[in-house]
């Protein structure tokens, strides 16, 4: 696995001889790297949690916007809801009616919040007797203490975290398998397109995208948004330069 992933990187136009590796060595080699790359995102969970820095400006402006100016009040462990709460937050939606939703729902009752997925209730938090909040009075103290009290419900319940965690790793493998089938069907079309059978061009594509995902690890890693845009492009030359060097061999008869 270690030579695949050296020579990917390398020397690209060398992963001909790995033409015919079986299904298993490929699915295996993906997952290996799916997960390596998959760390960093880990790393940044365990220091700021399902809910970043970032988000959490967002969700404190969805509280405010849609929460506060109106007739509720929480006190003494009981939220007393006079006007209607209804608003989504990434996958969340949260209301004080229990909706059948694609979202995770958080809905907020009297006597404390409930969250369900797919109908089923995940977690439930009774609200703290010693926190008061008027939804009148939409002064920042007020709309913080209400966010971190709903940012702290998600971040506690270990199901959120599960299916935060795996539903990262999910995308990244989507994401590698969306471009290695993307750029297999360019290069079809391409001056250096080759007469392989499709299956035996995603395999190796598989490869060729390694350098894509490693960009990409370093994109989330340190927060560099421009080299998505540049390990696609990177990507692309690499699967031209194996193509180039593969059409090069077949004409000498070497492949």
């Known amino acids: 696995m270690l030579k695949r992933f050296i020579t990917s990187l390398r020397q690209p136009k060398q992963l001909v001889q790995y033409l015919n590796d079986s299904r298993g060595v ?23 949690g399902v809910i970043t820095n970032n988000q959490y400006s967002v969700l404190y402006e969805d509280v405010e916007n849609e929460m506060f100016l109106k007739d509720n009040v929480l006190e003494n462990g009981i939220f007393i809801l006079n006007d209607p709460v209804d608003f ?14 694609y979202h995770i729902q958080i809905t907020l009752l009297e ?35 209400f966010t971190r009290y709903l940012e702290n419900f998600i971040e506690t319940s270990p199901m959120i975290s599960f299916i935060y965690i795996f539903s990262i790793f999910l995308s990244n493998i989507f994401d590698y398998l969306l471009v290695t089938l993307f750029l297999t069907l360019l ?19 598989l ?9 990409n690890m370093i994109t989330i890693l340190f927060n560099i948004q421009f080299l998505q845009f540049f390990s696609l492009l990177i990507t692309y030359f690499y699967y031209v330069s194996f193509y180039k060097a593969l059409k090069r061999g077949t004409k000498r008869g070497q492949v």
Request: hydrophobic content about 45%.
């Open 111 to 145: 006597n404390g919040m409930s969250m369900h997925f797919s109908n089923q209730e995940i977690a439930f938090l009774s609200y703290d007797d010693a926190i008061t909040v008027d939804f009148n009075d939409s002064s920042i103290q007020n709309v913080s203490l």
């Open 88 to 101: 989504t937050h990434e996958v969340f939606r949260v209301s004080n009616q229990t909706i059948l939703s």
């Open 207 to 215: 490869y060729l995208s390694s350098i894509y995902l490693i960009f």
């Open 187 to 205: 290069m079809s079309f391409s001056l250096y397109k080759s007469q392989m059978p499709f299956k035996q061009k995603f395999k190796i594509g």
């Open 26 to 48: 490929v699915f295996l080699y993906m997952m290996v790297l799916s997960l390596i790359v998959f760390l960093p995102s880990l790393l940044i969970y365990q220091l700021q």
